[in-house]
T-cell receptor, first 114, second 114 residues
């Protein structure tokens, strides 16, 4: 069965510092990969996704993630964070053979300090 | 813009009460989902539906039921609420024909059972 592991439950970081949120998945089949973000008191929003093609994908607000098939990872990075990036981040996968159900990781809370 | 709405943002119910959580989407999506979100556990799928009057159990269906009488509406029912069902409940929808496989989330209902 597929599973997703986010290795850090909380990541505190100072404003303008770089950050990496780690995500590993286990799957014997090919998958599609997603990062969702949940700002305080809101629902989840799609941040970025990998379906095929270039293994490096980017979001409009400066985040990027790289699909590494050999390490089964999809880590999220940003070179310089802002206070407004404070949120909970969820990594998720869909097996490419079953495009209905998302499998989520446990979530990582990014706390950006001034 | 896709819109997924949930009937209440906050709800307080007593143990043993029957609770209805309503979700409506306006994008004619076939797929609809109910998740439960708890700290440290991420999102866990309760039930999902691929079509009207069709439902399938997710990972944690015990104590819950669902109803989908119309395509745009998916209801989660707690037959007899218990304190361990205190949680954030998130509804989502998606289209199986979409090339992005994205799920769109509502703002969530924070349910407290006392």
């Amino acid at each position: 069965a597929q599973s997703v592991t986010q290795l850090d439950s909380q990541v505190p970081v100072f404003e303008e510092a770089p950050v990496e949120l780690r995500c590993n998945y286990s799957s014997s089949v090919s998958v599609y990969l997603f990062w969702y973000v949940q700002y305080p008191n809101q629902g989840l929003q799609l941040l970025l996704k990998y379906l095929s093609g270039s293994t490096l994908v980017e979001s409009i607000n400066g985040f990027e993630a790289e699909f590494n098939k050999s390490q089964t990872s999809f880590h999220l990075r940003k070179p310089s964070v802002h206070i407004s990036d404070t949120a909970e981040y969820f990594c998720a996968v869909i097996p490419s053979s079953n495009t209905g159900k998302l499998i989520f990781g446990q979530g990582t809370t990014l706390q950006v300090k001034p | 813009d896709v819109k997924v709405t949930q009937s209440s943002r906050y709800l307080v119910k007593r143990t043993g009460e029957k609770v209805f959580l309503e979700c409506v989407q306006d994008m004619d999506h076939e797929n609809m989902f109910w998740y439960r979100q708890d700290p440290g556990l991420g999102l866990r799928l309760i039930y999902f539906s691929y079509d009207v009057k069709m439902k399938e159990k997710g990972d944690i269906p015990e104590g819950y039921s669902v109803s989908r009488e119309k395509k745009e509406r998916f209801s989660l029912i707690l037959e007899s609420a218990s304190t361990n069902q205190t949680s954030m409940y998130l509804c989502a929808s998606s289209s199986p024909g979409s090339s992005t496989y994205e799920q769109y989330f509502g703002p969530g209902t924070r349910l407290t059972v006392t």
